[in-house]
């Protein structure tokens, strides 16, 4: 914590240091801004933009008026590489901060994830029995009983994650998710969503008058107040941040892969299926590997859907070291931000015997494997929090205009704490604030007799407090996910048995209480 506290000073006084006038804001507000990505960040913007009076109450508060057709003066266009959003790609993600930070954005959204979702009752973790034989096929380590969590803990958790009895602590599939969010989208905002666009350029308007995006279909849209960059992994708004230009490969050359792989399958539930109340999430150690079996809403009045995961450290390497006495090549294995399925036969047949070789229970995991016919596979990689330009960049002769990053654009992370989505939607909601505030300092209505003065701040310096804000909680999740990755995969013999006991008196002493919540 320490060390993180010290980097997040350095990070904020380096990048002060090329902040121009902090206090003169820019002569125009941000009325027209490009979102490259309609993933969950993407979407949870366009919501925090345009459908959300709170992110816009000070906005409004000082007379604020509409747009165009956008009713709080900000009008989004989203761009995005997918030919459609595809409800069958991707995992089950477990939303809580995010469906809490949902209901600042909008009421009747969050509402709306609520009932596409299953609410969340416990987190177990469980291990193989250190003596073959026995009549228990695991050992339980620790169990969370979420609400029970929650309001033992208090203060801020309780008053963000439980309102009105409701606990704001769900699962649900990650494409559902997408749904709901493209479905809620005003209407207006709907006809200003574009697919099969991938960006490939990024350049000033001419005059000074904002940014252009460039397209591979070799379509040109603009001018843009703001481009801000949801483009998940491979971004390719990141790619010109860091080094003013798009090239054909938007790959990240900060990421590495560590030498841990996952692979899991989903099935989809029947209409006969009784629909479960609630969801919990088991987690199952091994020898080398470990397995997590859940539940997740997949719609509203949709049967749920179970998801299995294994995830298994690669035995040509040490951890981010290739072995140096690995004989043949190894597989690669990528990051798949698409969330391509994997399609082989033996898909099925390799999960097993991962959960064969390692020693997983296999009583809850190994008959959704067996089951399943939807598998996917991606190589876990890690990727540097720290950048010399940060999170935006000004887009030269625009104007005074910028690009900026969010979601994984921003701060790809490790899966282990399952928080990408739920810090995607609290980068949204802080972006979003940001912006209208900038926007109501072009304003002088709505200001009563006696309110304080308004220290004005330029753009530039609103979108570096967003970044100070949103870098330490998601640099901290991020390094707390790689020790959980490598200690949670664990090794046969002592290393095993180490994370087993370290699992378990983290529970008995409340840590791993502390962990859930504060990634929370």
């Not at 009045?301 to 090549?329: C, E, H, L, M, Q």
């Not at 082989?344 to 399943?372: M, Q, Y």
């Not at 308004?454 to 407090?465: A, F, P, R, S």
Request: glycine residues 10%.
């Amino acid at each position: 914590y320490f060390l993180l506290a010290s980097a997040l000073h350095f990070h904020e006084a380096a990048a002060l240091t090329f902040v121009k006038d902090q206090t003169n804001p820019s002569s125009h507000p941000i009325r027209r801004v490009a979102v490259i990505g309609a993933g969950i960040a993407g979407l949870s913007l366009a919501h925090a933009l345009e459908n959300s009076p709170d992110c816009a109450e000070e906005y409004l508060r000082r007379g604020g008026r509409a747009f165009g057709d956008s009713e709080f003066g900000v009008q989004v266009s989203l761009f995005d590489s997918r030919p459609s959003l595809d409800r069958q790609t991707g995992a089950g993600v477990q939303i809580n901060g995010g469906l809490s930070v949902l209901g600042k954005i909008n009421q009747d959204l969050q509402a709306k994830v609520a009932a596409a979702a299953l609410p969340l009752s416990n987190i177990r973790s469980r291990t193989k029995p250190w003596f073959g034989g026995g009549r228990d096929p695991f050992w339980n380590l620790l169990e969370l009983n979420i609400e029970d969590v929650i309001r033992k803990t208090g203060g801020d958790a309780e008053k963000e994650l439980i309102e009105g009895g409701q606990v704001w602590c769900h699962t649900i599939m990650r494409g559902a998710l997408q749904e709901v969010l493209v479905e809620q989208l005003p209407k207006a905002l709907s006809d200003r969503t574009h697919f099969q666009k991938r960006l490939i350029g990024i350049k000033p308007a001419a005059g000074d008058e904002g940014i252009m995006c460039e397209f591979d279909d070799n379509s040109l849209y603009g001018p843009f107040d703001l481009v801000v960059g949801c483009d998940g992994i491979n971004s390719a708004v990141r790619q010109y941040i860091e080094t003013s230009k798009i090239s054909g490969n938007a790959r990240e050359r900060s990421a590495f892969y560590s030498g841990i792989r996952i692979k899991f399958a989903i099935k989809d539930g029947e209409p006969s299926d009784p629909m479960p109340e609630s969801a919990e999430l088991r987690q199952y150690f091994g020898d080398g590997a470990y397995a997590l079996g859940g539940v997740y809403g997949n719609g509203e009045g949709r049967p749920a859907s179970k998801g299995a995961y294994v995830i298994v450290k690669d035995d040509n390497y040490f951890g981010p070291f290739r072995k140096r006495d690995t004989k043949s090549s190894p597989e690669n294995v990528g990051e798949n931000p698409a969330w391509d399925q994997n399609t082989r036969v033996d898909a099925r047949e390799s999960c097993i015997e991962i959960l064969d070789k390692t020693g997983v229970p296999d009583i809850e995991v190994g008959p959704i494997f067996r089951d399943s016919n939807r598998f996917f596979e991606l190589g876990v990689y890690f990727h540097n929090p720290f950048s010399f330009n940060g999170w935006k960049r000004e887009v030269k002769q625009s104007g005074g205009k910028f690009c900026v990053l969010a979601g994984d654009a921003a701060h790809a992370m490790p899966p282990f704490l399952g928080q990408g989505s739920n810090q995607a939607i609290q980068d949204a909601y802080t972006l979003a604030k940001k912006i209208f505030l900038h926007n109501s300092y072009h304003l002088t209505a709505g200001l009563e007799e006696g309110d304080e003065e308004i220290e004005m701040k330029n753009i530039d310096v609103l979108l570096k407090e967003y970044e100070n804000v949103r870098w330490f909680p998601t640099t901290s999740i991020t390094a707390k996910a790689v020790f959980l990755g490598y200690l949670e995969t664990g090794q046969t013999r002592f290393l095993s048995k180490f994370r087993d006991v370290f699992f378990f008196m983290t529970g008995k002493l409340g840590i791993a209480r502390k962990v859930f919540l504060d990634s929370a």
